[in-house]
Nanobody, 114 residues
Framework: QVQLVESGGGLVQPGGSLRLSCTTSGRIFGINVMAWYRQAPGKERELVASIHWRGTTNYADSVKARFTISRDNAKNMMYLQMDSLKPEDTAVYYC????????WGQGTQVTVSS
């Protein structure tokens, strides 16, 4: 019923910026919190940031002050603005609910390298 599609990843130099987008196939009802996750090579998928429909946000310590999560409920879109990127941010980024309710999409690759 609901499909998640991530986009906006790419190759960027350290200190650069990227903006990721998450699109849902249809309007999501009854979901309070949406989130971005990432998985680096050899590591488990981890929570990066989350946002409540009211606007309250939460971030992993590793990305605080550098990433900004936002949501456009009317468009069924979610975004992740990433600034001051570091090599350790390299990972495949995914979107989902905070409870991982839906099947994972393909994710979008973010590579930070000089």
């Amino acid at each position: 019923q609901v499909q998640l599609v991530e986009s906006g990843g790419g190759l960027v130099q350290p200190g650069g910026s990227l903006r990721l987008s998450c699109t849902t196939s249809g309007r999501i009802f009854g979901i309070n919190v949406m989130a971005w996750y990432r998985q680096a090579p050899g590591k488990e998928r981890e929570l990066v940031a989350s946002i409540h429909w009211r606007g309250t946000t939460n971030y992993a310590d590793s990305v605080k002050a550098r990433f900004t999560i936002s949501r456009d409920n009317a468009k069924n879109m979610m975004y992740l603005q990433m600034d001051s990127l570091k090599p350790e941010d390299t990972a495949v980024y995914y979107c989902n609910t905070a409870t991982r309710l839906y099947d994972w999409g393909q994710g979008t690759q973010v590579t930070v390298s000089s």
